[in-house]
């Protein structure tokens, strides 16, 4: 997520060289394997390659820097990518086979999830990537095309209930990312709909944007009431700095979450901004962002997060046939949903 699960204001979230190769884990007669697992030297290429999104067009120096916890003011964005990229190779890892098993095990237990409600929703072709975490830090699980990057740390103190959730919102990047219509009808169930025009950032929200890989795009716009107008907006995650300091290592140090408001040049949208990336439409001006998205989830940083987590949610309370927690229109959310996965 990453998932980003991080902490951004109010919100409170949960966001080398080959060794010798361990056999991939038997599958039972013809069926295709469940998930296929990357050792170091496949991982190495596909965590820069599988980028249907565009994450590595959109990164800003600000961002590379941070991750690679290092300073390069003598190279400009595009001159940087290639360390980047180069960096970003060397954070894999060789899974053991007690790591495959539990990641198989609980798939096994996400796909069952999924089967419920109908066999089409588990996605086909899903790979496991075990990550450093240096780049993010621990706990930092994200996805890229049919990846799912499994932050390394967890297997140390391994816990299927804890992950259970995890892997069925990851489980959701990756259905969301190649089912564009069904996506699009999800986000529209929040408030969200994919701009009819580019959005394109100013320069200073270039210089300090922030990705998240499970969710890079931010041509979905919400519209929202403030002082009694109508404005478009859209979720944008920055960097609190455009340098990286060494007495801030941790990557979440520098994350700042904000709505942005969209202002109309005919052909396109900017999103508005101060000379140093601040926005110009605080949330607490529009509560109705809150009354669109419901409140199911606080991890609320792009529309692919927010439904990723309903998704969860939906598929946990479906199983159990629980669903006391959520309030009335968080309810009516979760059963929309529902509704929709059966006929995917």
Known sequence: MLTLRFTILFIALT????????KELPT?????????FLDSIEASTAIIQDDIDGYFEQ???AEMQ???????????????????????KKQVSNWTMEEKLKMQQLFKSVKSLCDTLSPRIFPGGMRLIKVKTKHYGNDVY?????????????????NDERQLPVMIHETFHVLSRYNEPWRNELYEYIGFKKSNKPVKLNTSLQDVLLNNPDGVSYQYVIDLEKDGEMVKAIPLITSKSKVYDPKKPNFFDYLHFDLYSLDDKGDHYVAKSTTTGQTLLPMQSTPTFFTKIKDNTQYIIHPDEIMADNFMLALLAY?????GKFSKDGKILIQKILAKLKTL
């Open 15 to 22: 966001i080398g060289c080959k060794t010798n190769k361990v």
């Open 319 to 323: 199983d159990k046939n629980e669903y």
């Open 59 to 61: 990164l800003s120096k």
């Open 66 to 88: 941070i991750q690679m916890k290092t300073n390069y003011p003598e190279l400009n964005p595009d001159k940087l990518k290639p360390e980047f990229k180069s960096y970003i």
């Open 28 to 36: 039972s007669g013809a069926k295709p394997a469940l998930i296929t």
């Open 142 to 158: 994200y996805t890229s095309g049919k990846n799912i990057m499994i932050p390394e740390n967890i297997f140390k103190d391994f």
